[in-house]
Structures are given as C-alpha cells and as structure tokens.
Antibody, heavy 118, light 107 residues
Framework: QVQLQESGPGLVKPSETLSLTCTVS????????WSWIRQPPGKGLEWIGY?????????NYNPSLKSRVTISADTSRNQLSLKLSSVTAADTAVYYC??????????WGQGTLVTVSS | EIVLTQSPDFQSVTPKEKVTITCRAS??????LYWYQQKPDQSPRLLIK???QSFSGVPSRFSGSGSGTDFTLTINSLEAEDAATYYC?????????FGQGTKVEIK
C-alpha cells in the first residue's frame, strides 16, 4: 500500500520561502507522476504542478505560480519536495502531495496546513 | 485554462435518494475527467477515472458518465457516509484544473 506523508513548517513569514517534503513509502517514486495540490481553508482544490520521475525528472507548473514554485525529487530517499517563494497570506492552505496514475490522483497524503503570517 | 463548472453547488438529500452532480468543461477534454470525494478534514479520495471507470474499492453505487464537455457523477441510493464535497478534475490540458466542488448533505 502506497503511503504519502507531507512534512514541513506550519508557519511561514510573508516574503519567505515555503518548503515541504513528501515522503513516499510502499512503492518507488520513479516512473510515476507526482502532483502537489493545495486547498485554502474552506475553499476548493488548486493544482500547483507535477514532476515525472525518470532518470531526468520533468516538471510542469501552474502558470499562476510558475515564477515562484519548484518541485523536485530525491529518489534515494523516495521523497518529493515543494518550494514556493515570496509567499503571502494568499498562500495559506493545506498542501497535499499525490501520486498520479493515468491522469487522476490515486494516492494522497493527509495534507499539511501552512499558514503565512508574521 | 480549462474551467470546470459543477452544479449544483450544494444538495441536501435523504438517504436512499439518487444524487446527480454535473461537471461542464469550457473545452473538449475527451474523457480525461476524474471525480473525487472529500470528507471534512480528510484528503480527497479518487472515485472515478477516465470519466466512467470506477477506481478500485469504490462502492458500486458511484458511477460516472460523459465525454467531451459534459460529465455526470451519480450516486445511487445515497448512504449517510456519502456526506461530503465532490470535485471533478481534468488532466487533458495544462494547467490541470478542478471544479469548485459540490457539497452533499444528508437530510
């Protein structure tokens, strides 16, 4: 059974960089697409981007965040990471990592709430 | 960007009733449409992939249909545990997008 666990600071100051890690267990991260998705409190889901992990790793980001977001992976640790720079209060959300299989996300982490506040 | 519009936004339903949620895409997305269920304080759960294929372990009362721009999620004989918000999601075109969600409440 594939399991995903997000981790990282729950509080980030405005203008700083949000950094999260997603640790995957129960299966390899190689040869799959992995998405990051966020959900502001009480609101809907927003796709942040994905990484396709092969020997090179290709990424694609939501244009609304593209200039600020970086998704990467460490196959030796079976981990994914998300970095979002220059955060504002609008970036306050629950952040999820999810495995993509055939377009849809079949396995999700439990999510981690990140609050942007001074 | 493809916009997904769900209707209704909210539905209050008695147990055993049939629930129909629609998702309309602003462009043709073929069958690259997925449905998720999200209960309060839980992660989304994949119900339907490729518009009409049930994901493993999903109860048979959940079904999906449609292609192109119009899609439907049907819950036959609603059960109390189905109280949740339901989202459609498209991966046909980047950026991937989600519908705004439909909240289903049990009367």
């Amino acid at each position: 059974q594939v399991q995903l666990q997000e981790s990282g600071p729950g509080l980030v100051k405005p203008s700083e960089t949000l950094s999260l890690t997603c640790t995957v267990s129960g299966g390899p991260i190689r040869s799959y697409y992995w998405s990051w998705i966020r959900q502001p409190p009480g609101k809907g889901l927003e796709w942040i981007g994905y990484i396709y992990i092969t020997y090179s790793g290709s990424t694609n980001y939501n244009p609304s965040l593209k200039s600020r977001v970086t998704i990467s992976a460490d196959t030796s640790r079976n981990q994914l990471s998300l970095k979002l720079s220059s955060v504002t209060a609008a970036d306050t959300a629950v952040y999820y990592c999810a495995r993509v299989d055939g377009g849809g996300s079949d396995y999700w982490g439990q999510g981690t709430l990140v609050t942007v506040s001074s | 960007e493809i916009v997904l519009t769900q209707s209704p936004d909210f539905q209050s339903v008695t147990p055993k009733e049939k629930v129909t949620i629609t998702c309309r895409a602003s462009q043709n997305i073929g069958t690259s449409l997925y449905w998720y269920q999200q209960k309060p304080d839980q992660s989304p759960r994949l119900l339907i992939k490729y518009a009409s294929q049930s994901f493993s372990g999903v109860p048979s009362r959940f079904s999906g249909s449609g292609s192109g721009t119009d899609f439907t999620l049907t819950i036959n004989s609603l059960e109390a545990e189905d109280a949740a918000t339901y989202y459609c999601h498209q991966s046909s075109s980047l950026p991937q997008t989600f519908g705004q969600g439909t909240k289903v409440e049990i009367k």
